[in-house]
């Protein structure tokens, strides 16, 4: 292997322009990590607010943006079993994913589903980890419960959608146009809410209320979702797109027994992100070796031109997934 590497750096706090091509030294393993070389990298929000000096990497981590990829396994670190140079995986990465090369732990690595390629195997990671460890473990969601999803068209949402839907849940969506939504409702939901034109909150307590929300967006969301909940309903927070304050009444959270949390993935221990990935492994990996649920794919973009992805993701135009061809 060479000792340089392709990769893409954030050169300054800023837009899409600031992403810039550059040669970076090839990444060692360290104990219990493999050097994975990537054929793909997804791209996601939060590489978005790493670039705009919003969302800090891990001080271990690192500064190249990338939270996962899919590729071949080249080196092992002391300690690690169970993976051999040549395998194939995709892999949830602490950073670095913008490169040809990338070191992450391990137990963060997961076996590319039979049948699926290598492009599809890198956009599952960050939105399976994400989905799985707030609405399933978090959230608690459980079959013939109502599970709203903000954002229904995002990757996040998209996979949230498919996963609520083989766990048997009722499954409502939020999406910002008519074509988004019958995306949604193709994947399963069965009410996509066009939120330019109809209210969420009036729709979802005609149905009773949700018993789960899973929420990106905040700000006057918030108060909003409280009012959606049904008795009990549980609100989990997982971005702040429009930003993380707003006011709050707090009385109707405990006169009506709702619970509200959230999570980030990303500075969470090694060991907590290797629990979700033996979760994965036991429960979602059958349904994609299955083909019961795949990731909706947007867009493809050369590693050089990071800074395109990036612009179209900003413009909230995307279904599904956008991914980086790195080798």
């Not at 969601?141 to 959608?161: P, Y």
């Not at 629990?275 to 429960?283: C, F, K, N, S, V």
Request: include cysteine; charged fraction near 20%; hydrophobic fraction near 40%.
């Amino acid at each position: 292997m060479r000792k340089t590497m392709q990769a893409v750096e954030i050169t300054r706090a800023g837009g899409p322009e600031v992403l810039v091509p550059t040669t970076r030294p090839r990444p060692e393993p360290g104990a219990g990590e493999v050097v994975i070389k990537l054929t793909y990298a997804g791209v996601n929000r939060p590489d978005a607010l790493q670039r705009a000096g919003l969302y800090a990497p891990p001080a271990t981590a690192s500064d190249l943006p990338g939270l996962e990829g899919a590729g071949e396994v080249v080196a092992l670190g002391a300690g690690v079993s169970g993976l051999a140079p040549g395998d194939q995986v995709c892999a949830l990465l602490p950073g670095g994913g913008y490169a040809e090369y990338v070191a992450t732990p391990a137990a963060h690595c997961l076996p590319v589903p039979s049948g699926m390629g290598l492009k599809e195997a890198a956009c599952l990671p960050e939105t399976c980890f994400t989905v799985w460890s707030n609405v399933f473990q978090r959230g608690g969601l459980k079959a013939g419960e109502r599970f709203l999803v903000h954002g229904g068209s995002s990757g996040i949402g998209t996979t949230a959608i498919q996963l609520a839907r083989e766990f048997g849940a009722r499954v409502f969506t939020t999406a910002g146009s008519d074509d988004k939504c019958k995306v949604c409702e193709d994947l399963g939901a069965e009410r996509a809410i066009n939120y330019r034109n109809e209210d969420f909150v009036e729709v979802i307590r005609a149905e009773g209320g949700a018993d789960v929300i899973l929420d990106m967006v905040g700000g006057d969301y918030l108060p909003r979702n409280v009012k959606a909940l049904a008795d009990d309903g549980r609100l989990v927070q997982i971005a702040f797109l429009q930003g993380p304050k707003v006011e709050l009444n707090f009385a109707p959270v405990m006169m009506r027994r709702l619970t509200i949390t959230g999570s980030t993935l990303r500075p969470q221990s090694d060991l907590a992100k290797a629990r979700i990935a033996e979760a994965l492994r036991t429960h979602v990996w059958p349904l994609l070796e299955a083909g019961k649920i795949a990731p909706v794919m947007d867009s493809e973009f050369a590693l050089a031109d990071a800074a395109k992805a990036h612009a179209r993701m900003e413009t909230s135009g995307h279904i599904g997934k956008i991914v980086l061809k790195v080798g």
